[in-house]
Structures are given as C-alpha cells and as structure tokens.
C-alpha cells in the first residue's frame, strides 16, 4: 500500500480522489439498464425468463423461477449443524438490536380539545435485493429482512441471482430463518424491474432494498418514485484511524478484509506513527500471501487503498468526517475520548478488538450502511427504513376558531382563494 505524509506530495489528490468514489458511471450504463426495465415492464414475465437465461444462463420457467417450499426444506437439511446455529445465533442479535428501533403511533390533546399526532404503519410489501453472482450473501438477507420483519411488513419478497439455476443453501435457509414469503431466481436489473412493475408471478412491491452491482444500483435509481428504495450503494470501504497502539497485525487483517470484497472496495488508514504504520504495510505483505481472494484484494489496496501519516488525532477525525467512510474503526488507546470528534460514519467500531468483520455478521447493528462519503446524509439500514407515517390532525370547535385568522392570512398572502374560502366556511362552525 502506498504512504502518504500529510502536507506532502499526493496527500491532498489522494482525499480529492477518494471523496469522488460516489460519483457512479451511470451515464454509460443508463442506455441497457432502461431498456431491461422496458422490456419487464411490457412484457412481464415472458421477458423475465428471457433476461434469466441471457444473464444467468439457465432456462427458467413460471416453475421453477420461485423458490419452492420443498427446495427451502432441502436446503435446511443441507445445512450443517454448526452453519444453521450460526445463521439462528446471528438471526437473534439483528432481531434484539432493532427491536429497540421500534417506532409507536403518539398523539397529544391541546387544551382547546384539538388532537394532534402520528399514525406509524409498516409498509404493506417490501422486495429484498441479495447479490449472488460471485459470492453467496446469507448475512445480507439477515440484515435486510430482519428489519423488515421487526416493522410488521405483512409480505417479504426477495430476488437472488441463481448463475445457471444454482440458489446457494445457506442464502435459503437465512430467508427462511428471517421471515421471507417468497423467494425468486432472479438478479440483475431485471429483478428490481420485476419488484417494482409487478409481473404474474411476481408481485410488485412498494420499497426495494438491498445492496447490487451497478446495474441493479441503477436499475433501483431509475424505478425510484414507482416504488421507493432505501439506497444507492457503492463500493464497500473501511477507514482506521491509529494512535500507533495495540498490534499492527488486527489492522492489517481489517484492512484485508474489505479490500477482498471488490475490486473497488477502499481500505485507508489514518496514523500518527510512521513506524506503526511501516509495521502494518508489512503485515499487509504477509497475509496476502495465502488469502484465497488475494487478486481481487491486491488490486483493491493498489487503486484504492493507502496509508495516510497525520499530525494527530483531531487531523485523523477531521480528514474521516470529510470522506464519511461506510466503516470507521477508532484503533486508538481511548476510543471514548474521541468519538465526540466523530460526526460522518456509517458504522463506528471502538478499541483494538472490535473488527469491522464482527458487524458484518453477529454484533447485531446492521451492515448495510450509507458508502461513497453518504454517511454524511444517510444512515444504517433499519426498522424506520420500512415504517410509513401519517400526519394525524383533528381540530376541536374552539381550534377551528383559534387557528382560523392565522390559516386565512397566510392563505391571502399566497394568494390562494380556495384555500382562504375552505376554512372561512368553517369559521364560525357551532357544532359539537
């Protein structure tokens, strides 16, 4: 990896060069990835199968396409004891964590007698979205259907990419540990097509979520307003700032273990130890050595990846809060005492023994997170992802009379009769 001193050479076009990885190439993608969303919207199913086989290479049915009962049961038996328990043990943790994001309906009475408040509902029916064309995912659809789950939606759907008709067992038996009501072998842009237009087997939905490649990133950004979605998600990316303390090879590891994920995946480490930060390239060095997904990860730290050397701490949180990282870990002797510096991240991770890999699967928060410097605007996928809210408003007699006056001057001032005449034939309203 290389290293960069703040102040010198490349430092500066380095951060330029990182907060941009947002900016998604969508312009020459738009052009096919329309054309599949056409092509489903018209055309349904027949064009479904179509897709299927010309990107997953498989001949798809009306069938075989949904993901039988029959196939979930196998797949359970498929499982070893330790996998299911794992799958169930972490199932458990996302469920205790969101449940503590419940949101309830509230509402208040003025003393006039006017009611006030908010009406929370869950969102009648949500698509999942669980990539699956190069690794299977069973965490994501943990993360992405728990939450769901906790709301109250009534009715899960989620579309996976089955590469030549094969559905991985563990992906499965995680929809079936989490709720999910339907399965389908879909990907690609054709599946979130078929979630937000609707086919005959496919129901239409009302939000999709869940992380994808670009075309599924923008298939989601161009059906946006047909249904609702919760992202759009970029490249994963870590971000560790060091004081030079603890082990210099838990740094590395963590550092590894995004940049395995993808190609364009960032791993970046802000220290104030040279030495420290010398020690960890060499680990580096070391444990790339036998990892299976070593290409991916060495071209991952080679584009993306650098160690950067600054003045201190509050330089290190400053620079974070600027690219606002997916994942931010403190390996620092006293992570509390910098936290409050901290105001961009997606996920942050305190002390020397908290690794960012533990909230991918088992701490409980959820890892799918805002990338591409959206932390500063977004947040964690979650219960309120799947929550809808009305407004609820009922006025007494003596609050009709009190708010009339103000209601009929704002209403002159945007020249707005018809609004100014609705409440001036309720003025002088008697009635109980």
Not at 208 to 222: D, E, Q
Request: glycine share 8%; hydrophobic share 45%; net charge positive.
């Amino acid at each position: 990896m290389r290293i960069l001193v703040s102040g010198k050479k490349g430092f500066h076009e380095f951060l330029k060069g990182f907060s941009r990885r947002g900016e998604i190439g969508f312009e020459k993608i738009e052009k096919p990835v329309r054309d599949i969303l056409v092509q489903v919207k018209k055309q349904g199913d027949q064009a479904l199968l179509r897709l299927t086989k010309r990107f997953d290479g498989w001949n798809a049915s009306l069938e075989n396409i949904r993901v039988s009962s029959r196939e979930v049961r196998t797949a359970l038996k498929t499982l070893s004891e330790e996998e299911r328990k794992a799958l169930e043990f972490a199932a458990k943790r996302i469920e205790k964590f969101h449940l503590l994001q419940v949101q309830r309906s509230w509402s208040f009475a003025e003393e006039d007698g006017t009611i006030l408040g908010q009406i929370v509902r869950p969102i009648d029916r949500v698509g999942i979205y669980v990539p699956g064309g190069k690794a299977a995912y069973p965490s994501s659809v943990l993360m992405n259907a728990i939450p769901a789950k906790v709301a109250g939606v009534p009715e899960i759907i989620m579309a996976c990419p089955a590469p030549k008709g094969y559905l991985n067992p563990a992906v499965m038996a995680a929809a079936h540990i989490a709720g999910v009501d339907m399965i389908f072998k879909i990907g690609g842009a054709q599946a979130i097509a078929a979630m937000a237009y609707g086919t005959k087997i496919v129901p239409q939905v009302d939000k999709i979520v869940g992380p994808g490649n670009i075309y599924v990133a923008a298939a989601k950004r161009l059906v946006f307003g047909e249904v609702a979605i919760d992202s759009i998600a970029g490249p994963s990316e870590i971000m560790i700032i060091s004081d030079g303390s603890g082990d210099p090879s838990f740094l590395a590891a963590d550092l590894i273990s995004q940049a395995e994920h993808d190609e364009q995946a960032a791993a970046v480490l802000l220290c104030t130890s040279r030495k420290f930060a010398e020690g960890v390239c060499r680990e580096i060095s070391e444990q790339l050595r036998d990892l299976p997904r070593k290409k991916i990860a060495e071209r991952s730290l080679k584009n993306f990846g650098a160690i950067l050397i600054v003045k201190n701490l509050s330089e290190a949180a400053r620079i974070s809060n600027l690219l606002a990282p997916e994942h931010l870990e403190l390996a620092v002797e006293d992570p509390w005492s910098i936290l409050d510096k901290v105001d961009n991240a997606g996920a942050i991770f305190l002390g020397h023994i908290s690794p960012e890999a533990i909230g991918d699967y088992v701490a409980g928060p959820n890892h799918v997170l805002p990338t591409g410097g959206a932390a500063r605007f977004s947040s964690p996928l979650g219960v309120y992802d799947f929550l809808k809210r009305s407004s609820l408003i009922s006025l007494s007699p003596n609050g009709l009379k009190k708010l009339s006056p103000q209601a009929i001057s704002l209403a002159q001032m945007e020249k707005l009769e018809g609004h100014r005449r609705s409440i001036a034939h309720r003025k002088n309203f008697r009635g109980i």
